[in-house]
Each structure stands twice: as structure tokens, then as C-alpha cells.
């Protein structure tokens, strides 16, 4: 238990009034009580002297301990509020990124449905389609075949012009491909297809898609197929693989017909694989239309290589006798050093014969 700071002053009353009490008891004595009163009071004033400056400095280190304490918990404060504030900005840092991810996916999404409309209204008008539909056919034929295997818009002698004429040899000739695909029929058969309760108008939609491609049939038969200037057939190129699939699930008759008629239907995927065929067919022909120049092409590489051989022949032979000129020369040159150390040392003894080896 802490003691209490006021007990000095306290026993310092206790013993004033003891002291008055004890005066007061002795009353001939005057001048010893005033000197003890006066003694008393000068010690009562330095006590209390003693006890003033004791409250300032307990209240000068009270008022430390207590800024000592604030100034703690203003740094802990000040620290929390830095810590909070720095993870605030860092939240807010990551939610912003994220708002922006955001935006830039929202912009890419409304781009791809800018560019899904884009498509639609391409393929929902007829002449535009038709450019779509040439397009691909460009792409595809400009990755598969030679350039001068291919002629473009190519007119006929009926005045019909093919969106691309490949130029195949003999007896097949020219093959005209057709692009414009009639997609308004397939686009309303579809259409109504997702549509509950519409079965009238379904069946309505498939006998007009049945009837575009029965006229498309016959229109590419009577202005492709020319005996003695294009093949015996034509191509009608559709756009997209899912008519294609369509055709060939829902209307195989469609397709029969068709390939009666000599024309034969390709999607994109098809397509490269017959063009592919048809690369191949072409190399062919050209190896055989060049057949007697690869033919003379190759006496000229025999007789070169006849040049060659017996050229390498006569280098072997010189080199054959240049290494014998070699290995005599060689021997000579021993021979003149043997000659020379004899003629160092004075080594004349003997009559005079020839060194070995000559």
C-alpha cells in the first residue's frame, strides 16, 4: 500500500499542538515557551517550505510522467493511423485495379458484340454476304494453290462472270467455284427453328430454304458447267460449316441432287481438303507437261558428272606424282645434309663413296 505524502505535515500539527498543550501546562516559564513557540514556528515554516517544494516536484513528476504517457499514446496513435491509412491506400489501390479490369473487359465485351452486330448485318444483307462468302474463298485459295493456277471474277464466253476460275489441266479444264450463298432461307429456317409453337412456320421456312438451294443448284449447273471451256462440274462454296452440317443431316436429297448435277458442295473445311487434292493434281501435270525438259535436264547432269569424274581422275593422277616428286625431293634433301655434316666436321676418311640412300 503506497503511503500517503501528506503524513510529514500531519505529525508536524501533532506535535505543535503537543508542545502548546505542554506550555501551557508550565505557566512561570514565559520566555522558554516563547522561544519554543518561536523555535517551533521557524522549524513549522521550514517544514512546510520542505513540504511546498516536495508537492512541486511530485506534481513536476506527476506532469512527466503524464506528457511521458500522452506522448506514448499519441505515437501509437500517430503509428495506427499511418498503418491504417497505408492499408487503405493499398485497398483502395487493388480496388481501383480491379474497377479497371473491369472497364477494359466491359469495353472488350461491348467491341465483340459491336463486332457480332457487324457480322449479323453482313450476313443478313444479300450482297454483303456475298462478299463474306468471296473473302473466305480468297483466303482459302491464295493458302492452297499456286497464283497462276487461279483466276479471279474470271468471265466466261457467256458472258457469266465465276468468283474464281482454277485452271486444272486437261481433259478437266477450268473449275468455276460459286460464293454466293443464299443465306436468307437458311438464316429464317434457323430462326424459327428456336421458336415454341411455330411448327406452320418452321415447315413454311424449310420448303423456301429447300427451294433457294434447288434453284442455286441448277442456276451453278447452267452457267459453270460450259462443255469444252470449263469441267464437267462446278463448286458452291458455303460460308460456314454449320450449313454445311445442316445440309447434310436435314436435307441429304438436296445434296444428291447436287452431285447429279455435277455440282459439288464444300464448306471452308472441305474446301482446303479438295483444293489440297487439287494441288497435287497440278504438280502432276506440270511434271508431266515438262517431262522431256526434266528428261534433257537430266543427260546434261550425267554428262557433268562424267566432266567431273574424269577431272577428279587426272587431279589424283597429278597428285599421285606430285607426292612421289614430294618424297624424292625429301630424300634428296637428306642426302645434302649428310653431305654437309661431313664436310663440318672434316670427316674425309676413306675413299670417297656414296651416302646411303642415293
Known amino acids: 500500500m503506497a503511503a500517503n505524502p501528506d503524513w510529514p505535515f500531519y505529525a508536524?500539527?501533532?506535535?505543535?499542538?503537543?508542545?502548546?498543550?505542554?506550555?501551557?501546562?508550565?505557566?512561570?516559564?514565559?520566555?522558554?515557551?516563547?522561544?519554543?513557540?518561536?523555535?517551533?514556528?521557524?522549524?513549522?515554516?521550514?517544514?512546510?517550505?520542505?513540504?511546498?517544494?516536495?508537492?512541486?516536484?511530485?506534481?513536476?513528476?506527476?506532469?512527466?510522467?503524464?506528457?511521458?504517457?500522452?506522448?506514448?499514446?499519441?505515437?501509437?496513435?500517430?503509428?495506427?493511423?499511418?498503418?491504417?491509412?497505408?492499408?487503405?491506400?493499398?485497398?483502395?489501390?487493388?480496388?481501383?485495379?480491379?474497377?479497371?479490369?473491369?472497364?477494359?473487359?466491359?469495353?472488350?465485351?461491348?467491341?465483340?458484340?459491336?463486332?457480332?452486330?457487324?457480322?449479323?448485318?453482313?450476313?443478313?444483307?444479300k450482297q454483303a454476304s456475298g462478299d463474306f462468302g468471296e473473302i473466305q474463298l480468297y483466303e482459302i485459295l491464295r493458302g492452297a494453290l499456286p497464283g497462276d493456277a487461279i483466276r479471279w471474277q474470271a468471265t466466261l464466253s457467256t458472258g457469266v462472270r465465276a468468283d474464281a476460275l482454277l485452271m486444272l489441266p486437261e481433259p478437266q479444264g477450268p473449275l468455276a467455284i460459286d460464293a454466293k450463298f443464299p443465306l436468307e432461307p437458311y438464316e429464317a429456317m434457323v430462326s424459327l427453328g428456336r421458336a415454341p409453337g411455330k411448327s406452320k412456320e418452321r415447315a413454311d421456312a424449310e420448303r423456301k430454304f429447300r427451294a433457294a438451294i434447288k434453284t442455286h443448284i441448277k442456276a451453278i449447273s447452267e452457267k459453270y458447267i460450259l462443255p469444252g471451256e470449263t469441267a464437267p462440274g462446278a463448286l458452291m462454296f458455303l460460308p460456314a460449316e454449320a450449313i454445311y452440317a445442316?445440309?447434310?443431316?436435314?436435307?441429304?436429297?438436296?445434296?444428291?441432287?447436287?452431285?447429279?448435277?455435277?455440282?459439288?458442295?464444300?464448306?471452308?473445311?472441305?474446301?482446303?481438303?479438295?483444293?489440297?487434292?487439287?494441288?497435287?493434281?497440278?504438280?502432276?501435270?506440270?511434271?508431266?507437261?515438262?517431262?522431256?525438259?526434266?528428261?534433257?535436264?537430266?543427260?546434261?547432269?550425267?554428262?557433268?558428272?562424267?566432266?567431273?569424274?574424269?577431272?577428279?581422275?587426272?587431279?589424283?593422277?597429278?597428285?599421285?606424282?606430285?607426292?612421289?616428286?614430294?618424297?624424292?625431293?625429301?630424300?634428296?634433301s637428306a642426302r645434302a645434309k649428310k653431305r654437309g655434316i661431313r664436310l663440318d666436321t672434316l670427316d674425309f676418311d676413306g675413299p670417297p663413296q656414296a651416302l646411303a640412300g642415293e
Request: proline share 1%; glycine share 6%.
Open 12 to 125: 508536524a500539527i501533532g506535535g505543535l499542538v503537543a508542545l502548546v498543550l505542554w506550555l501551557l501546562a508550565r505557566p512561570n516559564r514565559t520566555a522558554d515557551r516563547l522561544s519554543v513557540l518561536a523555535e517551533t514556528q521557524t522549524r513549522m515554516t521550514a517544514h512546510l517550505t520542505y513540504l511546498a517544494d516536495a508537492q512541486t516536484a511530485s506534481e513536476r513528476r506527476m506532469a512527466e510522467a503524464l506528457e511521458r504517457r500522452l506522448g506514448a499514446v499519441g505515437h501509437g496513435l500517430s503509428t495506427a493511423l499511418a498503418e491504417g491509412a497505408e492499408t487503405t491506400a493499398a485497398t483502395l489501390g487493388a480496388l481501383q485495379e480491379r474497377l479497371n479490369t473491369i472497364d477494359r473487359a466491359q469495353d472488350k465485351m461491348a467491341a465483340l458484340s459491336g463486332d457480332l452486330l457487324s457480322l449479323q448485318d453482313i450476313l443478313a444483307n
Open 246 to 332: 445442316e445440309l447434310h443431316a436435314r436435307f441429304p436429297d438436296l445434296v444428291r441432287e447436287a452431285f447429279g448435277a455435277n455440282v459439288w458442295i464444300v464448306s471452308p473445311t472441305t474446301a482446303m481438303a479438295t483444293l489440297t487434292t487439287l494441288a497435287a493434281v497440278l504438280r502432276d501435270a506440270r511434271v508431266q507437261a515438262h517431262a522431256q525438259d526434266i528428261r534433257r535436264e537430266i543427260g546434261l547432269l550425267g554428262l557433268e558428272i562424267e566432266r567431273i569424274a574424269a577431272r577428279t581422275e587426272g587431279l589424283e593422277k597429278h597428285l599421285l606424282k606430285a607426292t612421289e616428286e614430294a618424297a624424292a625431293l625429301s630424300r634428296a
